[in-house]
């Protein structure tokens, strides 16, 4: 086993690393409480010659306890084991991905129903009185 890099982190601030997890597609996530307070750290490691590629931080509300990553989330909960109802653990959930598929957004259209009150007036005229039922096309 060789080490293919040293830290390159040289921009002084020290990477949340006490709990450590990858999403598979290049992407690993840190967290944990650093000098800075608690963190989520991400970070491109594609290239495992480049150690300091930071995506992106989030500063979360208390410290992480672990970290779990699915479907786009980041997941890290927090636990005391002396929680109390006025001090209670939580879990903080963090969307890291956006919902494209290789750059193309998602495209929703909405159905409208056929209700036209004025069918004289060009377009549609649906009454304000009566409530509408939008049907979502995905």
Known sequence: M???SPNDN????PLA???VASNGGGIAFLAGNTTFGPLLDLLNVSD????????????LPEAPNDIVTASGLAFTPQSDVSATPENESGLTIVNFTGPDVNGVPPMATIRLPDIDVDPDT???APSISEPMKPCPIL
């Open 10 to 13: 040289t921009a002084g601030a």
């Open 122 to 124: 060009p377009g549609r």
């Open 17 to 19: 690393g006490e709990h």
């Open 2 to 4: 060789a080490l293919i």
């Open 48 to 59: 495992p010659a480049v150690t300091d590629d930071l995506l992106l931080r989030i500063s």
